[in-house]
């Protein structure tokens, strides 16, 4: 079974980065997209970025400008990084990888903006 293991979640400061990696214990095949997804308490799970097999991506409005999700398919590994948070932007980050067949998820890695 394959797995999707996060990192680089934390508590940083209003204006401050991190950068998240998710990687796969093996190689996916027949992906069709790799992505980031959030959920807030009380909001539902709600997409940050997608990246396609064909190297398109896709941002939340919200994100925009400030976040950029990128790959290594040598490594198995998707990151989304992050610049310019905000409070709003607290929550837990969930790594999804999608196949013509198949739909994985991350256990989610939490991301705390406060000063």
């Known amino acids: 079974q394959v797995q999707l293991v996060e990192s680089g979640g934390g508590l940083v400061q209003p204006g401050g980065s991190l950068r998240l990696s998710c990687q796969a214990s093996?190689?996916?095949?027949?992906?069709?997209?790799m992505g980031w997804y959030r959920q807030a308490p009380g909001n539902q799970r709600e997409l940050v970025a997608i990246?396609?097999?064909?190297?398109?991506?896709r941002y939340a409005d919200s994100v925009k400008g400030r976040f950029t999700i990128s790959r290594d398919n040598a490594k198995n590994t998707v990151y989304l990084q992050m610049n310019s948070l905000k409070p709003e932007d607290t929550a837990v980050y969930y790594c999804?990888?999608?196949?013509?067949?198949?739909?994985?998820w991350g256990q989610g890695t939490q991301v705390t903006v406060s000063s």
């Open positions: 990246i396609t097999s064909g190297g398109t991506t």
């Open positions: 999804n990888v999608r196949t013509i067949t198949m739909q994985y």
């Open positions: 093996e190689k996916i095949f027949s992906i069709v997209a």
